[in-house]
């Protein structure tokens, strides 16, 4: 019988998941869709999560809860910014969100906060930060990643 692959870096794994906020409401699952398939140690999932799964195999299960500053961070306010409403083009909503280029020709996405009738308050924090995330987790595939999945950082 073959020894049980664990998940370590340069692995490539699957797994499906259900998040939900400390409150039991559903933010996101892989529930009857594909599971989410990553190249482990790349940084391609919040560190608290990936730290949890170190170690896993094929079919064990997890319940983790995540506090904010190994999820999305902590909620940043320098992270809210100012706009003039003029600067849209286009109608705007709360909830929004919208893309700005910084010089270096990078897209930053930010969330529209608030919409008043000569500003646009746009928050560059990601959803989740400063959230506790609490994820049930089965790992459904590990395997050893490629070299071409390594080169590229990604699992392919």
Do not use: C, W
């Not at 560059?124 to 995330?133: E, R």
């Amino acid at each position: 019988m073959s020894e049980k692959k664990l998940i370590a870096a340069d692995t490539v794994v699957s797994i499906q998941y259900t998040l939900t906020g400390d409150d039991g409401t559903v933010i996101d699952s892989s529930e009857g869709g594909e599971p989410l398939t990553y190249l482990h140690g790349h940084g391609q999932l919040i560190p608290g999560l990936e730290q949890e799964l170190e170690g896993k195999g094929l079919g064990d299960a997890v319940a983790v809860r995540i506090d904010a500053e190994n999820g999305y961070g902590e909620h940043d306010p320098d992270r809210l910014v100012e706009v003039p409403r003029d600067r849209f083009e286009f109608d705007i909503s709360e909830g929004d969100f919208v893309q700005a280029q910084q010089q270096d020709g990078t897209t930053v996405p930010f969330q529209v906060v608030g919409v008043e009738e000569t500003t646009v308050t746009l928050d560059g924090n990601h959803p989740l930060a400063g959230k506790v995330l609490n994820f049930k987790v089965e790992v459904v595939g590990v395997r050893t990643a490629t070299s071409e999945e390594i080169d590229h950082g990604h699992a392919h």
